[in-house]
Nanobody
């Protein structure tokens, strides 16, 4: 079993920055990828960014050049640095831990990010 806890959301003005934190604990041996998803009201949950166990990253086109995903392996923590935030980035952000070979996903409880003046 794996537990995922995220934090760091809040209210920020357009053009501002926020950093999200996600810590995984438990049986982590089979976790091959961690990532961030978001869901805005009335929309489906979408991938924002992910990082594999080997350090390979992947970003949604809408956040490339503005968001950075990185990790501290010793702390089992993944970060999402969000810069140049836009109102359309407003959503609940969820941390995800993907397990193989069972293709099972663990989710955090979500953290609200609101970009507004």
């Amino acid at each position: 079993q794996v537990q995922v806890v995220e934090s760091g959301g809040g209210l920020v003005q357009p053009g501002g920055s926020l950093r999200l934190f996600c810590t995984a604990s438990g049986r982590l041996f089979d976790i091959v990828r961690m990532g961030w998803y978001r869901q805005a009201p009335g929309k489906e949950r979408e991938l924002v960014a992910s990082i594999t166990r080997r350090g390979n990253t992947n970003y949604a086109d809408s956040v490339k050049g503005r968001f950075t995903v990185f990790r501290e392996k010793a702390e089992n923590t993944v970060y999402l640095q969000m810069d140049k935030l836009k109102p359309e980035d407003t959503a609940v952000y969820y941390c995800n831990a993907h397990e193989e070979p069972y293709a099972y996903d663990y989710w955090g409880q979500g953290t609200q990010v609101t970009v507004s003046s």
